[in-house]
């Protein structure tokens, strides 16, 4: 071990269950001395036969050594009470999600842990700084969130309160290295930084399905297909559980005093009231059955190339020189002819950013019934997506996508939306990830690593947003705010100076 984190050599871990195993389990084979205690005194003897199974699988794997695996066992101590953790340099506290249960307990370890015992809570949402509220000796106490499964995520947000001292944070951050993490130092508050960015993801998503702008497997297909993303939203939240992202999500929701960027959905409630909480229950957005997904087909027109003809000549705008180039580059292949005007009966193929389609056909004075629109700042070589105003005729909707999958590429028909789906998806990220930077909460490489290494994000949210342009992303939070006149699609004002700037959302104040 490194001199900085020399002092601390053994380490105490307060619940034994899934998170409190994988945390013992990584300390362990780091080489650090392991105390394991749980409130039921079955459990830590339990939890240490659950870890040999899980090293006896690496070892078939050939990750393991046999010796490697019986020195880690033999560092893992189950205890029987709290007063055993007296000598440990660090405590980790990974008992249940509930803040008195917490409490309580930390004000037990304050009294019974020497004194130059770290305490660390891997609270997940619950502020340290109220987890601490009853103990004597706050400067030692700070949070250490570790990511499920523990053994295979590599991040870790190390939390400091106004009153944590900057020495405990050093040790904490150079133990996180120790063990293998890559630690990110972030501000305490509810959902400290993942559990604040993350929740974004989940509820543009939420607000699309409840404006019935596509279905959660069209919705996931495109963040998926278009956005790059791993998953989609809807996929996340049957794999964790409704039963799990729903309480904590309301949470944040209540303790940010009703932020309008955390609110969830009356549908999304009553999924979850109804007992269909994904993937353990057989049902959530999407129906399962033996672990598949089942009666979830995406539209025949997203699986395949149209049968449709393609127009004859159409009519082309965009609001990026770069988008026009792409829609003309298309047509010419495609062998359609370009108008230099608008014609009666013609098919209007237009690119907006951030607004729907009626918006650009006010704009323009074009015929809404011959007007599709189409995302050509997302999924243009991989997935597009196209729409159209209310009332659209059938025919330039059909040749439309015909010439949309001409050269092969798929294409998903969505309702009017303003940004499409991954415009406003990721503008909605980003600009919260801009909040989360004017509140100071963590460092602009943190929270751009944090998501990719906690969340699986493609890009950090600030990265995603210099990838379009500071720019870019504010016409499209402004055309959103401006369509809904809700607080939810604000600009933050970290965005606000930055776009009109054209600078980079990293650049600092």
């Given at each position: 071990m490194s001199e900085l984190n020399a002092q601390i050599q053994s380490v105490g871990v307060v619940g034994a269950g899934t998170m409190g195993r994988g945390i013992a389990q990584v300390c362990a084979q780091a080489g650090f001395q392991v105390s394991l205690f749980d409130a039921l005194p079955q459990v830590p003897e339990q939890s240490k036969a659950a870890i040999q199974k899980a090293l006896l699988k690496l070892i078939e794997k050939g990750k393991l050594s046999e010796t490697d695996c019986?020195?880690?066992?033999?560092?893992?101590?189950?205890?029987?009470?709290?007063?055993?953790?007296?000598?440990?340099?660090?405590?980790?506290?990974?008992?249940?999600e509930d803040l008195e249960v917490k409490r309580e307990l930390f004000k037990r370890l304050d009294?019974?842990?020497?004194?130059?015992?770290?305490?660390?809570?891997?609270?997940?949402?619950?502020?340290?700084?109220?987890?601490?509220?009853?103990?004597?000796?706050r400067h030692r106490i700070a949070g250490l969130h570790f990511m499920n499964p523990v053994p295979l995520m590599k991040l870790v947000e190390v939390i400091q309160t106004p009153v944590t001292s900057?020495?405990?944070?050093?040790?904490?951050?150079?133990?996180?290295?120790?063990?293998?993490?890559t630690p990110i130092l972030v501000k305490d508050g509810p959902g400290f930084l993942v559990g604040n960015c993350a929740r974004a993801f989940y509820t543009e998503?939420?607000?699309?399905?409840?404006?019935?702008?596509?279905?959660?497997a069209v919705i996931d297909r495109i963040i998926r297909e278009a956005g790059g993303y791993r998953m989609g939203p809807f996929e996340v939240?049957?794999?964790?559980?409704?039963?799990?992202?729903?309480?904590?999500?309301?949470?944040?929701?209540?303790?940010?005093?009703?932020?309008?960027?955390?609110?969830?959905?009356?549908?999304?409630?009553?999924?979850?009231?109804?007992?269909?909480?994904?993937?353990?229950?057989?049902?959530?957005?999407?129906r399962y059955q033996e672990g598949q997904t089942v009666g979830q087909a995406v539209e025949t027109h997203e699986q395949a190339a149209s049968s449709a003809s393609l127009p004859k000549s159409a009519w082309l705008w965009a609001e990026k020189s770069a988008g026009l180039e792409m829609l003309t580059s298309l047509a010419k292949k495609a062998g359609v002819v370009v108008l230099k005007e608008p014609s009666p009966g013609a098919l209007c193929l237009v690119a907006p950013i951030g607004r729907d389609t009626v918006s650009v056909v006010k704009q323009l004075g074009i015929d809404p019934g011959n007007?599709?629109?189409?995302?050509?700042?997302?999924g243009w070589s991989s997935h597009r997506t196209y729409m159209a105003c209310p009332g659209v005729r059938p025919e330039p909707l059909a040749c439309a996508k015909s010439l949309l999958q001409s050269d092969g590429v798929a294409a998903s028909q969505i309702n009017d939306s303003p940004g499409f789906i991954m415009q406003r998806f990721q503008a909605v990220i980003t600009n919260l990830a801009c909040d989360l930077m004017q509140q100071g909460l963590a460092s602009a490489d943190a929270l751009n690593q944090g998501m990719k290494l906690g969340f699986n994000f493609p890009q950090g949210p600030l990265e995603a947003g210099d990838a379009l342009g500071s720019e870019t992303v504010l016409t499209i939070i402004q055309a959103l705010y401006s369509f809904y006149e809700e607080d939810r699609y604000r600009p933050s004002p970290w965005l606000k100076r930055r776009g009109r700037l054209g600078?980079?959302?990293?650049?600092?104040?």
């Open positions: 019986k020195a880690t066992l033999d560092r893992i101590n189950p205890r029987q009470s709290l007063e055993d953790l007296f000598h440990c340099d660090l405590v980790i506290e990974a008992a249940i009294e019974a842990c020497a004194i130059s015992t770290i305490l660390a809570s891997n609270t997940s949402a619950i502020p340290i700084s109220s987890i601490a509220a009853r103990t004597e000796h900057d020495g405990v944070i050093e040790r904490l951050l150079g133990f996180s290295k120790a063990i293998g993490k998503a939420l607000r699309l399905l409840k404006e019935c702008i596509a279905s959660p939240i049957d794999l964790v559980g409704l039963d799990v992202n729903y309480p904590s999500s309301k949470a944040l929701f209540e303790d940010s005093f009703f932020e309008p960027r955390y609110q969830l959905t009356s549908g999304y409630k009553l999924l979850v009231e109804a007992g269909f909480l994904g993937r353990k229950t057989g049902m959530g957005f999407y007007t599709v629109a189409v995302d050509t700042l997302y600078l980079s959302l990293t650049t600092p104040d």
